[in-house]
């Protein structure tokens, strides 16, 4: 018990030594915190933040004021989005200058607000915000620089985003696009409205025709045993082989007439010519009254029906069972415009002319005409300038059709014709082969017969039911049907593109034996190429009463 006292106990001594250690150490401590207080107050009066003869204390407070103030990051997050937009400005303003000189308003305009926001800091009043002592922070102030900043700012935005077009490429080329696209889109529907307008002017008949028409089948009915052949034997030049025999297939009575009336007054000897002429039932009458009312020169003309050509029938011949389909009626009797233009590269084969035999009995010439052996096939859309003897003298050298080439280039060619996706078009003709024109066509009969092109034309076009070969017409099936077999001729027999076409030289035309109106403006419409008309009308028989009758423009 005494041990543990003894042991337990501190001597006078101990305690004395223990005090002055414990005051040593003090006074060390403190002599530390003066020197650190000096090292700092020295550091804050070169950084401006206090004075040395404040102290610690009160270096102290500004430190615990400044963090706890909060207009002053207001003030440096308004500072930094104002010199933000200003350098934004400047950016602009120097891309503009790079640009063109319209751009030079976009110039002045970034330098300004740039400017602006220079001047808004140097402004008198809000110096105090930007001074040293960030203790005398006057918020009314601020609010109003604030204001001010958000102003500029909003208007600096505005600029830019008005301005973004002129500098940002990638929204000019889509802009570009979209207007591209918009105006294509117009484009096509104009191009489709406009398609279905021209295909209503140009085969739509015209008043004057129909009176015309109307007024000859009138006399027709009341005179008949004036114009009819009934019972007649037929006059043995139709037949004759050694005559100039021409074949004329139409339902439009004055087109046929002007071709007749221009080929026997340019003739050197009318009276060797012989004209067939083959219409519908409906048109035979006044096509009959038509030809018996004037003389041609001694020239011989035939009228006849298709009708009277028994072999032509559903039964033989393929587009006339074709034209029977559910199908190709729909192609040509849709009534909806959106539906009849869908395909306007194609719209002229919605011609209805293609529904008519009329338009496929070249394809039966000798099986129409089987005395003869040669013969001239003329479209009612031409006018003929020269004497046309000459083809007759012509050696064919063993071809079929005697054809005016229509190709320059690489237009005009078969793979325009055809659809040389199919195999079998690509494995039996060449897509560059040259195209010939209808319209003035010399054929060698006895060579198609030998050559057996009829059957060769039923062949391509029971093939063709479904148009998957070629689209509608008669000019791809005789680009097949005589491929091998056509002879070309100079290009001063057939001139082409009257219709259509109003840069045709004059000197072209004088030379040209045969002149074709192919096209919609037909010499007959209202829209014929004026130019052009005269070579036309000049055939027209306008001293016939029912063509006065008619008020035929002359």
């Known amino acids: 018990m005494a041990n543990h006292r003894r042991s337990c106990g501190l001597s006078p001594f101990k305690l004395l030594a223990s005090a002055a250690a414990a005051a040593a150490a003090f006074l060390l401590l403190a002599s530390s915190l003066s020197a650190t207080s000096r090292t700092d107050a020295s550091r804050l009066h070169r950084l401006g933040i206090g004075s040395a003869s404040h102290g610690y204390a009160s270096v102290g407070r500004s430190i615990l004021a400044m963090k706890s103030d909060p207009l002053k990051p207001r003030l440096d997050q308004l500072q930094k989005q104002a010199d933000d937009h200003r350098a934004l400005a400047l950016a602009y303003a120097s891309y503009a200058r790079k640009l063109k000189l319209e751009y030079s308003k976009l110039v002045r305009i970034f330098a300004d607000l740039s400017k602006n926001y220079s001047d808004l800091i140097k402004k008198p009043g809000y110096h105090a915000l930007f001074g040293s002592d960030s203790l ?90 004036k114009y009819t052949d009934e019972g007649k034997p037929p006059k043995p030049e139709l037949e004759d082989p050694n005559l100039y025999h021409y074949a004329i297939f139409s339902d439009n009575v004055l087109a046929a007439s002007v071709v007749v009336n221009s080929a026997v007054k340019n003739a050197k000897e009318p009276w060797k010519h012989v004209f067939h002429v083959v219409t519908d039932k409906m048109n035979l009458g006044a096509m009959q009254v038509m030809f018996k009312l004037k003389e041609y020169n001694g020239a011989h003309v035939e ?140 054929f060698d009969l006895d060579a198609w017969r030998r050559e057996k092109c009829t059957e060769q034309y039923h062949y391509w076009q029971n093939l063709n039911e479904n148009r998957t070969l070629w689209k509608l017409g008669t000019l791809p099936p005789g680009l097949i049907t005589f491929y091998s077999t056509t002879k070309p001729l100079d290009k001063s027999w057939h001139v082409l593109g009257l219709g259509y076409n109003p840069s045709i030289s004059m000197e072209e035309i004088r030379n040209a034996a045969v002149v074709h109106f192919n096209g919609n403006m037909k010499p007959w419409l209202d829209i014929a190429m004026s130019l052009f008309k005269p070579l036309w009308t000049k055939y027209v028989d306008y001293e016939l009463d029912f063509v006065q009758a008619c008020n035929f423009g002359v």
């Open 136 to 225: 005398g922070i006057d918020e009314t102030v601020l609010r109003q620089f604030e204001k001010e900043v958000k102003e500029r700012i909003k208007v600096t935005r505005q600029a830019v985003s008005e301005s973004k077009e002129s500098f940002d490429n990638q929204l000019k080329i889509q802009k570009l696009k979209d207007t591209i696209f918009a105006v294509n889109e117009q484009l096509t529907k104009a191009k489709k409205q406009g398609a279905f307008s021209s295909l209503i002017a140009a085969k739509s008949i015209p008043k004057s025709l129909h009176c015309l028409s109307m007024r000859l089948m009138e006399e027709r009915i009341a005179h008949p045993e």
């Open 303 to 442: 009228v006849k029906a298709v009708e009277d050509y028994k072999f032509l029938n559903s039964s033989y011949v393929p587009v006339l069972r074709q034209l029977e389909s559910a199908n190709l009626q729909k192609f040509y009797f849709e009534n909806k415009l959106e539906n009849a233009t869908k395909d306007t590269m194609n719209m002229k084969f919605r011609n209805p002319k293609y529904l008519s035999i009329l338009n496929h009995l070249r394809f039966y010439l000798p099986e129409m005409y089987p005395k003869l052996h040669r013969i001239l096939f003329l479209d009612d859309d031409i006018v003929v300038q020269k004497d046309l003897t000459g083809l007759w003298k012509i050696d064919m050298d063993g071809k079929v059709n005697g054809a005016v080439e229509t190709c320059f280039g690489s237009f005009h060619r078969y793979a325009q014709y055809m659809n040389f996706s199919h195999p079998l078009i690509k494995e039996k003709f060449n897509p560059k082969a040259c195209a010939w024109a209808y319209g003035m066509n010399f």
